[in-house]
């Protein structure tokens, strides 16, 4: 079965990141950048329709928005919940510019970060889903598939590797636990 995932992944850890990191970002990465970066999560509720029961009613097995610890995280739990394997290739994951180079800047794994209002999906025609997605304005990508093994294959380029259960989340890392909670509270809610 196809893996797909909707919107970029990190944007909420990443417009936290420039608001909070601002002056030390604006030291390596340009101010229309940051501020682009630090715009991300506004509005993206208003703008959020029900993905997961349109996707479910046309033909989805799974479909789960995620929000601590990342994609990857989000990826494992789905292989652990459907009681699979999966293949993904990491350059198929929506990642936006903004959220590399903000990263970058702080030495963060954006695979690893906070995300929101990103919902991993598992379908058998992952095509179809695709393009009701497209119709509802909704991006998304296929970034891989389910596999009947146990194994959990990340891919980039002509590197392979396993997929590790790491419940760490880049976020509390460079906030810290207090400070990540504080922020972040308001989406979980």
Not at 54 to 70: D, Q, R, S, T
Not at 95 to 109: H, M, P, S
Not at 162 to 185: M, V
Request: charged share 30%.
């Amino acid at each position: 079965m196809d893996i797909l995932v909707t919107r970029f992944i990190a944007t909420h850890g990443t417009a936290i990141l420039a608001r909070e990191r601002r002056n030390e970002l604006l030291q390596r990465l340009p101010e229309w950048l940051v501020d682009e970066a630090a715009d991300f999560d506004d509005g993206i509720r208003d703008m959020q329709p029900d993905e997961i029961a349109l996707v479910m009613e046309n033909g989805a097995v799974y479909a789960k928005e995620y929000f601590e610890f990342g994609i990857f995280e989000a990826l494992f739990q789905m292989s652990k919940e459907l009681r699979c394997g999966l293949v993904t290739n990491i350059r198929d994951i929506p990642i936006r510019q903004e959220t590399v180079e903000v990263c970058e800047a702080l030495d963060a794994n954006p695979y690893s970060m906070f995300s929101g209002h990103s919902v991993v999906i598992v379908a058998e025609d992952g095509l179809k889903i695709k393009r009701i997605l497209d119709g509802a304005g909704i991006s998304s990508n296929i970034v891989g598939y389910t596999t009947r093994n146990n194994d959990k294959i990340v891919v980039n380029g002509d590197e392979s590797g396993f997929l590790q259960h790491i419940r760490k989340d880049e976020l509390k890392n460079i906030l810290g636990r207090k400070d990540y909670y504080e922020r972040t509270n308001f989406v979980n809610s």
